[in-house]
């Protein structure tokens, strides 16, 4: 039985793949910044109980954070998710809040891997399209995006626009050279995969304490049907033209421990055309059917009106099929993806009570 290590276990893509590990016959530890989080998440996954433990990281990029981890216990693979997050208002400062975490957060992992991890064969890393793009019109329009294409951005870019966003996306290329090199360099004795999803879409399983804030696509997809629009909103205000199924993302993940073709790779994964009226069309068809047809009816008059504005989306050209193809992704529709996650955001809006 196969023992994995995943860091930032408590967040909305750990807990998929979590849950993708132990069905897979994984038994799995986790990395939390603080022992309530895990017990949290056991908490919403009892079943999980045997299976899942935790281990305490308080700072993912102090040098040497994993040492005695990996020296405790032996791992076959590890899973590291754990990255710093956009959506957090006090990340204003490029170097300390982005770059130096990114970066160090990924050189930590792999360095203490590289000298007390000997059982470990595999590391998969979440990556970001973001390593690619900002995601504007101009470079959607010009780029065919490939496993070989970075983002032109550099620090001094990022210093300059004094943008959370901007920071975000240059700090998520260089945290993706800053292992390619540790991988040319140090030659480790495991094979290293990053998978590079775009937005990321899906039920979310991870604990939840406010209906106010899930996890950021997540929220997303809620504002659509929580009234906060009276019109399909313009895809380029809050969304990039491209999606994967956090369920296809965990399998994705999984596979990429183990498949030989995977090994030492960049992979785009997913790819999937994405506008905010092909969400809201999705949403309105499941909202008029039955519940015993698959539908959503509690969904009736809560979505907001199709003006039909947002129909010329600049459409990305993203070539995902190699990542795809070698991870054999059979990839989710929409329905399954946006009337999954929207029947599971409904139940906990009955749990919270809109609080």
Request: glycine fraction near 8%.
């Amino acid at each position: 039985m196969p023992h994995t290590l995943v860091t930032g276990a408590n967040a909305f893509v750990a807990a998929h793949i979590i849950s993708e590990l132990i069905a897979e016959g994984h038994t799995v530890t986790g990395s939390v910044r603080r022992n309530s989080a895990g017990e949290a998440l056991l908490g919403t996954h009892p079943e999980w109980k045997g299976k899942l433990d935790f281990v305490v990281v308080e700072d993912y990029a102090k040098d040497g954070a994993w040492d005695k981890i990996f020296k405790n216990e032996q791992f076959d693979h590890v899973v590291h998710v754990a990255a710093p997050l956009l959506d957090n208002p006090a990340n204003t400062d490029f170097d300390r809040d982005f770059l130096q975490p990114g970066v160090q957060s990924n050189i930590s992992l792999l360095r203490s891997a590289a000298a007390y991890a000997a059982t470990v064969k595999s590391i998969a890393i979440t990556g970001s399209v973001n390593s690619m793009t900002t995601g504007s019109p101009e470079e959607l329009t010009a780029t065919v995006f490939t496993n070989e294409t970075w983002s032109n951005i550099t620090q001094d870019d990022a210093r300059k626009a004094q943008n959370a966003y901007i920071s975000y996306c240059s700090s998520k290329k260089e945290a993706e050279l800053a292992v390619w090199e540790f991988v040319k360099t140090e030659k480790p004795h495991f094979t290293v995969t990053v998978l590079l999803p775009a937005l990321i879409f899906g039920p979310p399983i991870q604990s939840v304490t406010s209906i106010k804030k899930m996890n950021y696509s997540t929220d997303v997809l809620y504002s659509l049907f929580n009234g906060t629009y009276a019109e399909v909103p313009f895809t380029h205000s809050f969304l990039f033209p491209s999606y994967v199924d956090v369920r296809d993302l965990a399998t994705a993940h999984v596979r990429a421990l183990t498949v030989p073709g995977a090994a030492n790779k960049r992979f785009l994964v997913g790819g999937m055309p994405l506008s905010a009226s092909s969400m809201v069309s999705t949403l309105r068809a499941l909202s008029e059917k039955s519940e015993e047809d698959g539908g959503i009816p509690a969904l009736k008059g809560r979505l907001p009106e199709d003006t039909g504005k947002d129909v010329g989306v600049v459409p990305v050209r993203m070539e995902a099929g190699e990542g795809n193809e070698v991870l054999g992704l059979a990839l989710s529709s929409m329905q399954e993806t946006f009337g999954d996650a929207a029947r599971k955001v409904l139940e906990l809006e009955k749990t919270f009570g809109g609080e």
